[in-house]
């Protein structure tokens, strides 16, 4: 195929809207200095997951896609097959309550009975054996160039996001190339994770092209998340856990790290990345960008 003109460009299909009232909130304070402030903070919900007739799990998020994270986490925790037919997600907004209804009865009892406390922000969990499944994935080959890492990052770092409105909070992104397709948000980045998860199911998106990023660690948690969505590239702005790379090796998922202006760093599959982007012709962050957005999300780097 062809480089994608910006005529011919993917359009992002879903992002953030940092103006809607639900995601954040005004709150008067002090300063370091003293001086009274207003600030926004950034708004969590419980939202109490349902498979059929039995209680998951209760999740505090954003809340303002329950139905796609819903369904991810389903998938991301093994109770929900790739193939299973989802018969109807319904969501009650007065009652914050989502119920997922599906065709084949599952094994989620046997799940819950084997609850395991993961390393993700907001105390996320995974059920089940965490490798099930793991040791057999086959991702697809795939490339990665730099010329279009560099400009993704760059079209990612310049969207409006509910980070640069109100902070406490983390970001993914669906991407192919250098374009983003789907940026998701939320209070834990295995909430952001599952929202795309869910997303992709739904809309029947293949996964064997795509990038994922991630603005949160690059953890075990992240690495098996991934594979288990198919996706062959993982990037992050932040840095790795040991296990998190070993994961990656063992699976041939490309792992690429600490990605801020110029400066990235691969620690698995790094056959993947064709380096054909001049250095001398790509910017460094924009300092000014993350100055003039951060005043009052420096509180909210979510771990």
Known sequence: MDETTAASA??????????????????????????????????????????NGQEIVTMMTILDRPEDLAIGYLLNQGMLRRDDRVTAVEYDDDLQVVVVRTERRTDYEEKLRKKTLTSGCAQGTAFGDLMEDFENARLPPAELRTSWLY??????????????????????????????????????????????????FRHGEPPGDKIFYTTGRLTSEMVIKTVRMGIPILVSRSGFTAWGVELARQAGLTLVGRCKG??????????????????????????????????????????
């Open 10 to 51: 993917p359009a992002l299909r879903v992002q953030p809207d940092p103006a809607d009232p639900r995601l954040t909130r005004r709150v008067a304070g002090v300063d370091h200095t003293g001086a009274r402030i207003e600030t926004s903070v950034t708004v969590e919900r419980p939202l109490t997951l349902y498979l």
């Open 262 to 303: 110029k400066r990235f760093v691969a620690l698995a599959g790094e056959e993947r990345i064709v380096f054909d982007a001049d250095l001398r012709y790509v910017e460094e962050e924009s300092a000014k960008h993350w100055r003039k957005n951060s005043k009052e999300a420096a509180a909210g780097d979510a771990g």
């Open 151 to 200: 400009r993704l990052l760059h079209r990612i770092n310049t969207l409006p996001t509910l980070y640069l409105e109100a902070g406490a909070i983390h970001g993914c992104a669906l991407c192919w190339r250098e374009w983003p397709l789907v940026y998701m948000e939320d209070v834990g980045r295995h909430n952001a994770v599952d929202k795309i998860a869910g997303w992709m």
